[in-house]
């Protein structure tokens, strides 16, 4: 296998194992077969054209022309010409195909399903990140920056997965990077003919390559390319990190392991909305229980106390180890009717967070593994690396019933809870608190005001239930909440966390989980869409209550309804004898209509949720910004023109040349040119000899770096007017001291002009106007010969 060729295959190696890191994002992945075949293809049409040869410029065109191709073949044959051509029709299905993947992009989390939008991206992506990699590495010869765009792939991956493109694509990605390094560093080697290495002992000197045929420069290389690597891995696990996620295992975790340690804030509000628009409702976990109604049993993962102006979120508290018992709840008195049931609770395979969802508050749990306990918040999290995953557990929790009257005949909270759980910014909005002012005018207790706030927003201020409103937990988005009147479960309990904070009742939000759908088994199913977000107001006596502000969602607690208010009875959860509290063996897969929909009867939609389901995907629109990140690449492209045209030409100049003169001459020429890039102007009627001595003078050339001007100079008059002209040596040498005097003499900004912007480089204008200049006076020849020929035809 030629050099070239195995430049080729790596440059293709590197990218598809890049490429790897994407599979995560989206299932199935049989995109990544697609996007293979592709690159080889790509890549058989760049080995044809080098070989012909063509100039790089035409070598690069022909394998965009094919990709092009290619993928109007793949996605949008039926718009095509013949089935192959991309015609006005092609192009706008793949704008529409495109645009339809940048909605599924913002609407699905990861992973999201299979798109026709989502593969396009996908392919498009991997085949373009492929042409700059094989242009890179092998049309120019220079692999080192062909990992800027493989660094880009990876990044890519890391970032929409959360920091979880997993060690196993790190390798990968990093070791089709070093491959390429070497192949390109053996060719390179290869182009000095056999290297010899120095005697050993006990035998003659021979070639640096043993008897398995591995040369001792790749043997370094691959050595150095593994230490790399195992640094790149061992280097960020010295520090304590903070890993773990909300709903996935992203985000900020547990401090160090053992006793003591902290935790620290995670913002669901990315995560929660992802959750509820995926397009299936996947099982997340599945539990039994000995009460027979469930519509009460939320599954808390974590409480956000803390809201900035920017965001809610959790407390920096600290967390010990789970105790066997878990102590009372704060607040919690013991005349409040309170009922003690049971758990068992099987996560699927599929579900890896850090947060363990429970009952609250519970009072015991059973579960192995590194677990630690957050006292303030009553959360469970995983400590190194400990998630979710396809964990058994039971937790035995209160289910606490107090009257309306207790809530509204509850004394005030402690002066240290209520300083911290009322802390409302500087910057919030006045229209946040006069709305709970108007909205609670009349009520005579703080319970009666949560009550008013709850029922405005499920009941009688007009809200509407949207997942695709633009996420927001700022003051200014709950501002605008109060405003446009829709949004989801994180807007409503956010928004009546943050008013009932300015009323001084102190409030914090809680993320987690409905109940869940029965099962005929007896088993209740929760599944993705499940997730959801509510408020806990605190009541002395009573201590941290749910209250439920999102209409079509969840159930009203009974305490909060309002025949409560007017002294109604309120029901009781009771324990069944008969119920079992044992899970189910194996997680089973939901059923396709969601588990709130069938909770409220049906799987009907509500005719506003379809509406917005179809109006838009939500998310980012990225369309509008396609013009402007292809105008900012062409821009780069013309910037970047004139210094890939002056490294080209230097590297043929300098390179190996069959003729001895032609060599000679190019190498002079580059000299000319290198001072011409920092302001000697080229003067081509003088001699070498006096052409040398005015580089030399107004280069103020230092000695040594004279002395090869003059050198050249004299292999030039020799090569020129000698009958037979020796073989001049060193010339690439005396060339590369010269460039580097001309560019240490020279200031900054003058470097950088010969770098970026040479001043040789109007060679190609003139190239071209002399090409130009010979189409035509050969355009015109044949012309008039043609005519010529048809005058002289016998009429």
């Not at 201020?461 to 479960?489: H, M, P, Q, W």
């Not at 590297?651 to 040119?673: F, H, K, S, T, Y």
Request: charged share 20%; proline share 8%; glycine share 10%.
């Amino acid at each position: 296998m030629s050099g070239r060729a195995r430049l080729t295959l790596a440059a293709w190696v590197a990218t598809l194992t890049a490429s790897i890191s994407l599979t995560q994002l989206v299932r199935p992945f049989t995109w990544i077969l697609t996007a293979a075949l592709l690159l080889a293809l790509q890549s058989a049409v760049g080995t044809a054209t080098r070989r012909v040869p063509l100039a790089r410029p035409l070598t690069i065109t022909a394998q965009a022309v094919l990709t092009l191709l290619l993928l109007t073949v793949v996605f949008v044959r039926d718009q095509a010409l013949l089935g192959v051509l991309p015609g006005p029709q092609a192009f706008t299905a793949f704008g529409e195909l495109f645009q339809a993947g940048v909605q599924d992009v913002g609407t699905y989390a990861p992973p999201a399903p299979n798109t026709p939008g989502i593969r396009l991206l996908l392919v498009t992506g991997v085949a373009v990140i492929g042409l700059l990699v094989d242009a890179l590495a092998v049309t120019f010869r220079n692999a080192a920056p062909a990992g800027l765009p493989l660094l880009a792939l990876y990044s890519v991956a890391a970032g929409l997965s959360g920091g979880d493109a997993g060690i196993v694509c790190f390798l990968l990605a990093g070791t089709g990077y070093l491959l390429l390094l070497l192949a390109e560093g053996r060719d390179r080697l290869s182009a000095w003919g056999r290297v010899f290495g120095g005697a050993r002992p006990g035998r003659p000197a021979s070639p640096l390559a043993d008897d398995r045929g591995v040369s001792a420069p790749a043997r370094t290389g691959v050595r150095i390319g593994a230490v790399s690597l195992a640094v790149a891995l061992i280097v960020p696990v010295l520090p304590p990190g903070l890993t773990g996620g909300l709903f996935g295992d992203s985000g900020e975790g547990p401090g160090q392991g053992g006793k003591g340690g902290t935790i620290s804030a995670v913002n669901p509000l990315v995560s929660l909305q992802n959750d509820l628009r995926q397009p299936e409702d996947r099982e997340v976990l599945r539990y039994r229980t000995n009460v027979t109604d469930v519509s009460n049993l939320y599954l808390r993962l974590v409480s956000l106390d803390q809201f900035d102006g920017t965001a809610w979120k959790s407390s920096v508290r600290p967390i010990e180890d789970v105790p066997e018992q878990l102590p009372w709840p704060d607040g919690l008195a013991q005349d409040v009717r309170v009922t003690e049931i049971t758990t068992n609770l099987v996560a699927s395979g599929a579900y890896e967070q850090k947060w363990l969802p429970m009952p609250y508050p519970a009072s015991r749990v059973s579960i192995s593994g590194s677990w630690r306990y957050e006292p303030a918040g009553r959360m469970l999290v995983g400590d190194n690396g400990q998630t979710t995953r396809g964990s058994r557990y039971s937790v035995t929790s209160l289910d606490v019933r107090p009257t309306a009257e207790q809530l509204a005949n509850a004394p005030a909270a402690p002066d240290k809870l209520r300083r911290e759980y009322t802390r409302v910014p500087a910057s919030l909005p006045p229209d946040v608190k006069s709305t709970a002012l108007r909205v609670t005018q009349g009520a005579g207790n703080d319970y009666e005001r949560a009550v008013r706030l709850q029922d405005w927003f499920a009941r009688d201020g007009g809200f509407r239930y949207d997942v695709n409103v633009e996420s927001g937990t700022g003051v200014g988005a709950i501002s605008r909440f109060l405003k446009d009147k829709e949004g989801f479960c994180v807007h409503f309990s956010f928004s009546m966390a943050a008013m009932a904070r300015s009323l001084g009742i102190p409030a914090r939000v809680a993320v987690g989980f409905m109940p869940g759908t029965p099962q005929p088994d007896g088993a209740v199913s929760v599944g993705i869409r499940d997730a959801h977000a509510w408020p806990e107001l605190y009541f002395e006596g009573a201590g941290w209550v749910r209250f439920e502000p999102t209409p079509s969602r969840g159930s009203v607690p009974s305490y909060a309804r309002a025949q409560a208010v007017g002294g109604g009875a309120t029901p009781s959860t009771v324990p069944s004898a008969g119920a079992s509290a044992q899970p189910s063996a194996v997680p089973s897969a939901s059923e396709s209509c969601t588990p709130q929909e069938r909770r409220l009867g049906g799987c009907g939609r509500d005719p506003e949720e379809q509406r917005a389901g179809q109006d838009g995907a939500g998310g980012i629109p990225l369309w509008p910004y396609l013009p402007i990140g292809l105008g900012v690449l062409v821009l780069a492209g013309l910037l970047l023109a004139p210094w890939l045209w002056r490294t080209r030409v230097r590297a043929r100049r300098l390179g190996p040349a069959p003729d001895p003169v032609a060599r000679v001459l190019a190498v002079w020429q580059e000299i000319n040119d290198t001072a011409w890039d920092h302001g000697v102007l080229p003067d081509e009627s003088r001699t070498p000899r006096r052409t040398a001595a005015r580089l030399v003078a107004q280069g103020e050339l230092p000695q040594d770096a004279a002395d090869a001007v003059h050198r050249v100079a004299r292999a030039v008059e020799e090569a020129l007017y000698a009958p037979s002209p020796r073989p001049a040596t060193g010339l690439t040498d005396q060339a590369g001291l010269i460039r580097a005097a001309f560019a240490a003499g020279a200031g900054r900004r003058a470097r950088l002009r010969a770098l970026l912007l040479p001043r040789s480089a109007v060679r190609v204008r003139w190239a071209a106007g002399e090409r130009w200049t010979a189409l035509r006076s050969a355009w015109s020849a044949r012309t008039r010969a043609t005519l010529r020929t048809l005058s002289r035809k016998p009429s």
